[in-house]
């Protein structure tokens, strides 16, 4: 089984930093990319195309939503 791919998109530097390293304590062999808008989130999913996404709703450029 491969590491699961997530992402977490929050533009609150602190929260992302927490939904960050709880999900390493629970998830040690995840591999975790962050991002600090819309616009970036949507470029790493893209990219990684993750297993799973944390996304704030509301974030400049892009929410969580759209």
């Known amino acids: 089984m491969?590491?699961?791919?997530?992402?977490?998109?929050?533009?609150?530097?602190?929260?992302?930093?927490?939904l960050?390293?709880?999900l390493e304590?629970?998830?040690?062999?995840?591999q975790i990319s962050t991002a600090q808008?819309?616009?970036?989130a949507l470029r790493l999913g893209r990219e990684g195309m993750p297993d799973v996404a944390f996304l704030d709703?509301?974030?400049?450029?892009?929410?969580g939503l759209e």
């Open 20 to 22: 960050v390293e709880a």
């Open 2 to 18: 491969t590491a699961p791919r997530i992402l977490v998109a929050d533009d609150e530097p602190l929260l992302r930093a927490e």
């Open 37 to 40: 808008d819309g616009i970036e």
């Open 57 to 63: 709703i509301r974030m400049p450029g892009l929410t």
């Open 25 to 30: 304590r629970l998830w040690p062999e995840a």
